[in-house]
């Protein structure tokens, strides 16, 4: 259904902000970060030199932006320069000029809408394998069905399911994407069936539509390979967005328009409501910012509605003079808080997704195992500890609009939650290294006690009273060095096999001091250190004398040394 021909977007504005996670770099690369990589050979994206000048070489724009927000937050978007000393931004920024123009055909059979592309950056993070990819793109006089249309279906990166031959479920039918001369760049195949099932059958990978690819050139998806600079999803379905639309008068808008361009929902007659009314019966509290809306008068000036809903965003307000300063404010300073949040969540998934993989990949019993992932969870515990201290924000701004909004947009993405459960993460890993590495260290601590107490016997029975049982001041040096290697080689195997059995060792020097055992059974322990006291008991098993409770709580037996064939 289409919308009345009343409702209509005067002032349409889309963006995208893609979190993708990058695989690190290998040494043969070369390169240590990967906008560095990047700017080696950066294809059609160009370096930005400095975020504050990007929009604007007037930095009009930029002042504005700047300003906004808290001096920690303005050092990780911009930079900090004090003196001689400046302190780099830890964003690094690159933008694409080549394309234009977007071309949307949204069903099979419709017209193609023509947007303007605005905004095309590529935005990388110090010290956090992250990039976002920012997109926006425009239109003015688009009716209010193709504008949800759009938010639905524009930000698909693959098909979840198809709708017929060539319609692609939840997607546009076409994208093709124009540079300035209205020429052909790269266009999306949502409906090349066999190339998407091929690709998750052989691959168990989701891919992307091809105009995403090639979008995103010399990067490439992981699943391809081949390249320097390679990127998984993060977040599947659907890539958040950032919408922006004026109204001649938005207070007509229904309900049901207004939760389905909070939600970016399929569009249906405005006098429906696109999910149940019991669970849009709280849509004005939970998912939309009001301060500067009221639906009961127009004549307050009161007409702006922000809309958070998951991963969409949204502002709408009246077509008008002032609604220039709220498109700046959207195109700058709300863009910044989307880039943070969206930064933020997309790198907690990163996080807690190494954690899951090392943990996948630990095998208790394989040494190289757990070394491979002692190092890992230390790698990633020590990115954590990183990202909580430099990029975890709790307060961005002291202006009060971008406070709440930045709290409620975190909030809907779940960042809270989810930085809690990397937390909780972070914590039982360290814990279990933290164990690990005490059980390690009283193991070592008995195995010299052992040694030191086997040693003892021969040092003091060759050292007693001092004396020398043979006299060697006489004989030649290289009798003497014989003599030493003799006494060498056999002491350093001796306190080799000591170690190798020290386990035995401290269970019989258990058994020795315990007052509750009798002579027969610490005489077992004994043998028990040759193997011979685990072959007794063994016989006593097989031949029916099954062991008392106490005798098995005196030979506390080692794992490792029960023979496999036993």
Same mark, same amino acid.
Request: glycine letters at 6%; a neutral charge; one cysteine or more.
């Given at each position: ?423 909780? +993460?972070?914590?039982?890993?360290? /814990?279990?290294? #933290? !164990?690990? =590495? ?8 008995? $195995? ?66 315990? +007052?509750?055992?009798?002579?027969? /059974?610490?005489? #077992? !322990?004994? =043998? ?8 007794? $008991? ?29």
């Amino acid at each position: 259904m289409t919308a009345p021909q009343a409702a209509y977007v005067r002032e349409f504005r889309h963006m995208l902000l893609w979190p993708l996670q990058l695989r690190r770099l290998s040494r043969a690369s070369g390169f240590t970060n990967h906008w560095d990589a990047l700017a080696a050979s950066p294809g059609p994206w160009e370096k930005v030199k400095d975020n504050l000048l990007v929009d604007d070489d007037s930095c009009h724009a930029g002042y504005r932006e700047f300003v906004y927000f808290l001096p920690y937050v303005q050092r990780f978007l911009y930079g900090f320069g004090e003196a001689d000393a400046k302190t780099p931004s830890s964003l690094h920024v690159f933008r694409r000029e080549d394309i234009a123009k977007a071309r949307v055909t949204l069903h099979e059979g419709a017209q193609p809408v023509t947007f303007d592309v605005s905004r095309l950056r590529l935005i990388f993070f110090y010290d956090v394998d992250i990039a976002v990819l920012a997109m926006e793109i425009v239109a003015h006089d688009l009716p209010l069905a193709t504008a949800v249309e759009t938010m639905d279906r524009f930000g698909r990166p693959y098909p979840p399911s198809w709708e017929g031959s060539g319609q692609a479920a939840h997607c546009t039918h076409h994208v093709e994407f124009l540079d300035a001369s209205g020429r052909h760049v790269v266009a999306s195949d949502y409906g090349d069936r066999d190339k998407y099932i091929s690709r998750v059958r052989e691959i168990k990978q989701t891919p992307l539509s091809q105009h995403w690819e090639k979008l995103l050139k010399p990067m490439v998806p992981a699943y391809l390979g081949g390249g320097v600079l390679q990127y998984y999803q993060i977040e599947n379905k659907r890539i958040p967005i950032m919408s922006f639309l004026s109204f001649d008068e938005p207070r007509a808008l229904t309900k049901g328009d207004l939760a389905r361009i909070a939600f970016a929902a399929k569009w249906g007659s405005s006098e429906t409501l696109p999910f149940s009314p019991r669970f849009l019966a709280d849509f004005e509290d939970k998912y939309c910012y009001d301060r500067f809306w009221d639906p009961d008068d127009p004549a307050s000036g009161m007409d702006t509605r922000i809309t958070l809903a998951g991963p969409a965003f949204a502002m709408i307000t009246k077509q008008c003079d002032t609604c220039r300063d709220l498109v700046q404010t959207f195109r700058h300073q709300f863009f910044q808080i989307g880039v943070i949040v969206n930064f933020h969540k997309g790198a907690l998934l990163n996080l807690s997704n190494r954690f899951s993989i090392a943990v996948e990949r630990l095998r208790v019993g394989d040494y190289d195992s757990v070394r491979i992932f002692k190092q890992s969870a230390r790698e990633t515990l020590e990115l954590f500890l990183r990202f909580n201290h430099r990029y975890w924000f709790h307060e961005i701004s002291n202006q009060v609009y971008a406070a709440d909004v930045y709290r409620r947009w975190g909030h809907q993405l779940g960042s809270d939650e989810l930085c809690a459960e990397v937390r909780e +993460e972070a914590r039982d890993i360290n /814990e279990y290294l #933290d !164990a690990d =590495r005490t059980r390690r260290s009283a193991d070592n601590a008995q $195995r010299l006690t052992v040694v030191s107490a086997c040693g003892m016997v021969g040092t003091v029975a060759t050292g007693f009273l001092g004396m020398n049982l043979f006299s060697h001041a006489e004989l030649a040096t290289w009798e003497k060095l014989a003599i030493f290697v003799v006494v060498f080689v056999p002491t350093i195997a001796l306190t080799a096999y000591t170690v190798m059995i020290s386990r035995r060792l401290a269970t019989f020097f258990e058994a020795l001091a315990s +007052e509750r055992m009798t002579w027969s /059974e610490k005489v #077992d !322990a004994l =043998r028990l250190i040759w193997g011979s006291g685990k072959r007794v $008991r063994m016989k006593r098993v097989a031949g029916g004398d099954e062991p008392t409770r106490r005798t098995q709580r005196a030979h506390p037996e080692p794992a490792e040394t029960v023979p496999s064939s036993d």
